[in-house]
């Protein structure tokens, strides 16, 4: 018990050491967590998004040319 | 080079890679942290504060290590137009300006205690803080403009003119007086730190080159599938 207090305690540095050392986990965490989000929201978009594509292009390939085309 | 440049490619190869890369730095930064903790003593001058050193020095070299790693890209990128290097530009800086934050921060946190002041305008202190705006500075440029191409050369740009400040960084302790220590790693002669510190913080560092490999194949892997995006969006808009 005396051991784990005195560890925590880090020789009366506790206020500088822990904050150090939690801040870089904190920090290094962070990116992790938001690299991974952002690149499972961008691949949930791109999956959507090709499912569209797939459904929609034999419907365009039969849809008559638009006006401008027509005319320019 | 260029046969990596295919995205399909690369996302393969980096899939291969990422779980070795991913378990590696875990094993690493356990290994690491325990030893830097529990199995290294307490400095003779610095008593415990020392243990700030293990996340502090890998941090800085990270912060240094992925500047240049940026400038090479974007070297790459200017001249022989690789696409993959912008990319790995703009996936590396938010990494490089974490460790850039870290490394300052737990500086103060370090100086603070042991020469009674969280910062002083010395020379290692000053250019340290210049590479963290360096790195904001190419964040936001990557950012600045509707055309990503105009972003990605702005930032490159910026990258390779700022890659001056590195030596500047790592020489600043041996040309201006200064309350930071000189290197006791890195150094010509050999190293001068005990062993029983140099192998807890060497651990630690590989830790950290692991956690930025996995990371920023991640993040390379998450710009490509935004670049498909933008492409078909820009698709649908030119269709309607």
Redesign the interface.
Known sequence: MREIADFFQMGGYAAFVWPALGLTLLVMLGLLVTTLRQLRARQRRLADLEAQGASRRPRREEAPPRQEEATS | MHRFANPARFTRIADRVLPFAGFGAVAALGIG?YLALFVAP?DYQQ???V??MY??VP?AWMALFIYVAMAVASAAALIWRHPLADVAAKASS??GA?FA??TL??GS??G??MWGTWWEWDGRLTSMLILFFLYLGHMALMHAFEDQQRGYRAAAVLALVGVINVPIIKFSVDWWATLHQPASVLRLDGPTIHSSMLWPLLITALGFKL?FV??VL??M??EL??A??RA?DLARLK?S
């Open positions: 942290f307490a008593g415990e504060t243990r700030i996340v502090h941090s938010p990494i974490g934050f870290l921060v737990t946190l370090w603070r205690p956690y996995t990371l991640l993040r892997k998450s599938i935004a498909r995006l078909l269709a």
